[in-house]
Each structure stands twice: as C-alpha cells, then as structure tokens.
C-alpha cells in the first residue's frame, strides 16, 4: 500500500541529505544500490552510506564518488564533487534512459532536471536545449536526483508534506561567481514555496533539493497524522552550533479508509464571504455577473435577516488563489459591503472532459466525469448553454432538449 512522507528541512535540503533520509528511513539497500549502479557515465564511480552524528544526531550520510582520471584531470583518482565537463539536458537524459532503473523513476528523474533546466533558463535567459549544467550536471548531482526518485519508488510513497523551507542566508561561490543565497536557481524554484532564511549565513537549500521539493511535494506547512511507520534523518555536510544539520522525514501509513479520495483530483480554493443589506436584487445580479467573469468558480446568494430585522443577502464565492485579489478588489470597490470573511479550503472534484452527443436537433455538448484510478465514466452531464442553445435554435422548450440529450447518453451506457 502507498505511504506517506513528511519532511522538515529545518536545516535545508540537498540532494544527498534527501537520499540519507531515505535510506536511514528503513529501505531495502542492497535493491537500491544495484539499480543504481546500472547509471553509466563513462567513468568508474561508486557511492557510500556513513553513519555519522550531527549536533549529536545520528544520521546517515550519502556520498557519491567518481574516477575522473579519463575524465577531465590526468592522475586524479576517486574524487567527490569534481569539476567535469558540462552536460546538457539532453544528455543527462540519454544517460538516465540507457540505465536499468525503473520505468517510472526514469521519468522522475528527467522530469526534475527539466525542472532544473526550466529554473537555469530562466535564470540565464535561456532555453533548455541552450543550458549546460556545469555542477548540477556532474556525476553526484545526477546520482543524487535518481537516487531520490529511486528512494521513493522503493518505499511507494504517493504523497509527500513538508513544513516551511529553511534556505540559508550570505552569499554561496558558483561557477557563475559569488551569488546571493537562495542561488538564482533555487529562488526561481521555490517560486510559491513557504521559505525562511534561518539563522546561518550558508546555503542550505541547494538547486537539486528545491527541484526534489517542487516535483513531489503535495502541499506545504501542513502536517500528516496517522501510524509512524519509520523516520529518517538524513545529513548535511558541515556541522552547526545550535543545530543539528540534518534532513528530518517521518513515513506514515495511508489510511485505507482514505483510498477512495485517490479517484478524485484534490486542489485547495478560496472562499469568500461578505452579507449585503443594501443594494438591490438587480444589484447584486449585476455583481455576481461580473465576480464570474473575474474568474469566480462559484458563487451562492442566499436570503438573510440582518441586524435590526433587515433582509439582505448572504454572498459565498469560491475561487483559486490566482483570482483572489481581483475578486475581492472588486467586492469592495463596487458592492455596498464594508468588509469581507474569507479561508483556503480543500475540495475533492472529479477529473473532466467534454465531449458531444448527435440528437434530431443537432450536436449538444456533454460533460463527462471521471475516476482517476481507472479511468471509468462515472456520470455524463448535457452542458446547460448548449441545451440552451440548440433549443432555441430549433424553437423547442430546454427541458425537451436536455430530456432527449439524457435519453441519448443512456443508449450509449452513459
């Protein structure tokens, strides 16, 4: 059964102390280190698990090394985090892709580094077909993500929290030159991301750890409940006074009372609420029009007795976050309210698509609702405005076009 992981990067996050989390978590090692000894990089190159202490700690830290004698260097030996020639996207797909891991850990990993790609991009002014990624690009970088998806692969999680992200502060050298901490990169990663500088004046949350975070965190400071199954911490590479440097992940049990949430998709809205008692019912009519074509997902208008025994009216928008500011600008712009109330919520929908259905009156559009687990039709909806549209059309009353718009999805097994 899939699992759950809470990590807290009070310390930050890298690559590698995402991957000692793991392993310190409770994994079969001996799967994970053959699979991921099928990556070939044209260079001899191995990697080690150490149990080490941080602010007295125990922790586990993941080290990857490489012979970069036929590489770059003549008579170097095993060297970690060695300056190698950069590789582009391209080729670190071509890298992952020749490998023997997992069919779905392949695509995380190529998904990550083009989100990677994407945040240097930007970053650079370029397109990722143009970027080389210089140290994301080396050998302990690429090692470090496939090892991270290969982690969760292993230990089947499908979902992931984490609590706010702890970057660092200062300055950090790159082969760009010195460069305030967050790095470019990982400040255009963490776009959208809850993050605090901390106390140390060090980069603690490197590109590859902002990748990991963007790609497999489902939601942000908030908290799991439910069996502990293991935790894991996993460590950084210097030592702090007053903090323990390590990457802290807790796996739980999925409730299966839970499982039939997985055949919805899961999203978090905005609700906006405010009570009127002094305009109009043409008014309010008129605003609701416009609160729609701002972007309002929803809007209930419901009868109330305010204070001092006057009717008005309750107003209850839903929304995404991107249209919060114009829908409330607009409420208290050109409504008569003096305030509004308004949270984040979560809500469960099914997955959508649209499709047509042929009547004796024409094409009438249709709504169709889906289960993400299977993919079965779960119900079939004739669409009001092309109801409304065809039965205009063609002088026919809407509940007639909408009743023969059901029949004709019920002879298809709708």
Not at 97 to 121: C, H, M, Q, T, Y
Not at 142 to 150: G, K, M, P, T
Not at 360 to 370: F, N, P, Q, S
Request: neutral net charge; charged residues 25%; aromatic residues 8%.
């Amino acid at each position: 059964m899939p699992n759950n992981l809470s990590i807290n990067p009070l310390s930050g996050i890298s690559g590698d102390m995402f991957v000692g989390a793991l392993l310190d978590s409770g994994i079969d090692q001996k799967l994970f280190f053959n699979l991921l000894k099928t990556l070939d990089f044209g260079v001899d190159w191995s990697c080690s698990v150490e149990k080490v202490s941080r602010n007295t700690i125990a922790a586990t830290k993941f080290s990857v090394f490489w012979d970069a004698k036929k590489h770059e260097h003549e008579g170097t030996h095993l060297n970690k985090r060695h300056s190698e020639n950069s590789r582009n996207l391209k080729d670190i797909t071509k890298i992952i892709e020749k490998s023997g891991l997992p069919e779905n850990v392949r695509k995380d990993s190529v998904e990550i580094f083009r989100l990677l790609a994407e945040a240097e991009g930007m970053v650079h002014g370029k397109s990722i077909d143009e970027l080389h990624f210089h140290e994301l690009g080396s050998i302990d970088s690429v090692v470090d993500i496939c090892a991270a998806a290969l982690a969760i692969y292993i230990i089947d999680i499908d979902n992931v929290v984490c609590s706010t992200v702890v970057t660092g502060s200062g300055t950090v050298k790159t082969c760009h030159g010195l460069m305030p901490v967050p790095a470019p990169a990982t400040a255009e990663l963490l776009k959208g991301i809850p993050v605090a500088s901390g106390k140390i004046k060090k980069e603690l949350t490197t590109p590859t750890g902002a990748a990991l975070l963007k790609y497999y965190v489902n939601e942000f400071e908030t908290s799991l409940s439910g069996e502990i199954l293991s935790q894991g911490f996993g460590a950084g590479d210097a030592e702090f006074d007053g903090l323990a440097n390590v990457l802290s992940a807790r796996i739980y049990k999925k409730d299966s009372s839970k499982q039939i949430l997985d055949q919805y998709l899961h999203e978090e809205v905005c609700v906006i609420e405010t009570n009127i008692d002094d305009m109009t019912s043409e008014g309010i009519s008129a605003l609701t029009q416009e609160l729609f074509e701002l972007g309002a997902l929803d809007i209930v208008v419901l009868p109330a007795i305010m204070k001092k025994g006057r009717m008005g009216y309750f107003i209850q928008i839903l929304c995404k976050k991107d249209c919060f500011d114009s829908i409330i600008e607009y409420l208290l712009a050109e409504s008569t309210t003096f305030g509004v109330r308004w949270r984040n919520e979560k809500r469960i929908i099914f997955k959508r698509s649209f499709s047509t259905v042929n009547t004796e009156y024409g094409e009438v559009k249709v709504k169709i609702a889906h289960s993400l687990q299977d993919k079965k039709k779960i119900k079939v909806i004739p669409e009001y405005e092309s109801c409304v549209k065809v039965a205009k059309k063609n002088g026919i009353s809407f509940q007639k076009m909408y009743s023969i718009a059901r029949e004709k999805i019920s002879s298809h097994g709708g």
